[in-house]
C-alpha cells in the first residue's frame, strides 16, 4: 500500500530542465519544435533578448494559458483555408474583392 504524502503550501514552484533531458527522437516533432522554438525567438527578440537560456514564469493560470495559446495556434497555423469565390460570384449579396 503507497502511503500519501503530506504537500505543504509553497509560494511558487520552480521547473528546471537539464540541458538536453528533452531531447527526443520523436517522429514528426520537427514541425512543433520548430514552431514553438520561432514563438520564443521572436518574443525574445522583441525584447531584446539573445540567450540560450530562458525563464518563463508566472501566475499557473498565466502559463497555461500561454502554453494553451501557443498549441492552440499550432493547430491553426496547420489549416488550410482557400477563397472559393467563383462560388459566390453569382449571388449579389457577396462582393468579392477582385484583388483578394
Not at 540567450?51 to 494559458?65: N, P, T
Not at 488550410?80 to 483578394?100: G, H, R, T, W
Amino acid at each position: 500500500m503507497q502511503t500519501s504524502k503530506i504537500l505543504t503550501a509553497k509560494e511558487r514552484a520552480v521547473f528546471v530542465f537539464q540541458k538536453g533531458s528533452q531531447i527526443r527522437n520523436i517522429p514528426n516533432q520537427d514541425s512543433s519544435y520548430n514552431y514553438v522554438r520561432n514563438i520564443l525567438n521572436i518574443m525574445m527578440a522583441k525584447n531584446g533578448v539573445d540567450s540560450e537560456i530562458i525563464f518563463i514564469g508566472g501566475h499557473i493560470e498565466d502559463v497555461i494559458s500561454y502554453i494553451a495559446g501557443i498549441i492552440d495556434l499550432y493547430y491553426l497555423d496547420s489549416i488550410s483555408i482557400d477563397l472559393a469565390d467563383d462560388k459566390y460570384s453569382n449571388d449579389s449579396d457577396f462582393e468579392v474583392p477582385s484583388n483578394i
